[in-house]
């Protein structure tokens, strides 16, 4: 059982929500410095939370010996496997204890994360500054990063997330593959959109609940091009990295930098698709600027 000091490396944004980051080189420097950080909490009776890779808490638990049954552990490969996902789950963890400050490791770019989801972690850690902004004091973020990964994630958690997180927004998403299966639509077209992903989805054999879920999604995306987009829209699919990648663009403006993230009112103007598509895909990806507006949606085949 280790029990060292981890160095201290806070960036603290201007709201007071403090998120930081580490990297570590083995197992037994990813123990040193979350043993530490753990510790601390406890010791001032802090909410504290893990949401890591299970091999991770795995490890930490047997660090933290007689201590561990007062941390609460979650698998981020389960709960985070859709990066948009991660906000709305402190969220919920902030709400359940608001009483008590939360202090909390998250691991979102674990290794063996897809491009595409490498690239979704670091919006997410940018958008991390905006979702919490005012939460002075309440919630203090960790995030290990392995070195493996060869990123350095300092340039991830920077004094002002705000500017970043909306240059990342801005900025278009890798192109769509040259032959990628493409049709354009507008309301008239929604069934016949839903029947060839249907089928481009049944022939990468996935099942007859996941289908049904990519194309409740879908509905959902392509509704909004045509509500919000100017009435029509492009859509694209191809397979990559053993995904069903289907891409909707239009020439609509997204100004909600956490769209999808934040739940919208019952009452609220749009929104609620993109929320319900990252309930209902492993990976998705939205840019907005002012070239137009893209949604991607990955569903893992098998």
């Known amino acids: 059982m280790l029990r060292d000091s981890a160095p201290d490396r806070h960036h603290p944004v201007a709201s007071g929500f403090r998120h930081d980051a580490f990297?570590?080189?083995?197992?037994?420097?990813?123990?040193?410095?979350?043993?530490?950080?753990?510790?601390?909490?406890?010791?001032?009776?802090?909410?504290?939370?893990?949401?890591?890779?299970?091999?991770?808490?795995?490890?930490?638990?047997?660090?933290?010996?007689?201590?561990?049954?007062?941390?609460?552990?979650?698998?981020?490969?389960?709960?985070?496997?859709?990066?948009?996902?991660?906000?709305?789950?402190?969220?919920?963890?902030?709400?359940?204890?608001?009483?008590l400050p939360l202090r909390a490791l998250?691991?979102?770019?674990?290794v063996g994360r897809s491009r595409a989801e490498l690239e979704e972690t670091a919006l997410h850690e940018y958008l991390l500054g905006v979702a919490f902004t005012g939460f002075a004091g309440r919630f203090q973020l960790r995030c290990p990063y392995?070195?493996?990964?060869?990123?350095?994630?300092?340039?991830?958690?920077?004094?002002?997330?705000?500017?970043?997180?909306?240059?990342?927004?801005?900025?278009?998403?890798?192109a769509?593959?040259?032959?990628?299966?493409?049709?354009e639509f507008g309301m008239g077209d929604l069934n016949a959109v839903r029947r060839r992903v249907n089928a481009a989805a049944r022939s990468l054999g996935l099942s007859d609940d996941r289908i049904d879920d990519l194309e409740l999604a879908l509905h959902e995306i392509c509704t909004n091009s045509v509500r919000f987009g100017g009435g029509r829209g492009t859509l694209s699919w191809w397979t990559?990295?053993?995904?069903?990648?289907?891409?909707v663009a239009d020439g609509g403006r997204i100004d909600d930098l956490l769209i999808g993230r934040v739940l919208p009112p019952v009452d609220g103007l749009g929104g609620r698709g993109v929320w319900l598509a990252n309930q209902l895909c492993d990976l998705v990806q939205v840019r907005s600027g002012a070239t137009g507006t893209q949604v991607r949606l990955h569903t893992r085949a098998h």
Not at 33 to 40: E, I, L, R
Not at 106 to 110: L, W
């Open 240 to 247: 990559a990295d053993g995904h069903l990648v289907c891409d």
């Open 106 to 110: 998250g691991e979102p770019a674990y």
């Open 146 to 174: 392995s070195a493996e990964l060869g990123v350095d994630p300092t340039g991830l958690h920077p004094d002002q997330p705000e500017d970043d997180a909306d240059a990342t927004f801005r900025r278009p998403l890798p």
């Open 23 to 99: 990297v570590y080189t083995d197992e037994e420097d990813f123990v040193r410095q979350t043993v530490a950080f753990v510790d601390d909490g406890l010791h001032v009776g802090e909410t504290v939370v893990a949401v890591l890779p299970e091999d991770r808490n795995s490890l930490l638990r047997k660090a933290l010996d007689g201590v561990a049954d007062q941390v609460t552990f979650l698998d981020m490969r389960q709960v985070g496997r859709n990066p948009a996902r991660i906000i709305p789950l402190w969220r919920r963890l902030l709400d359940q204890a608001p009483g």
């Open 176 to 183: 769509v593959p040259v032959d990628a299966e493409r049709q």
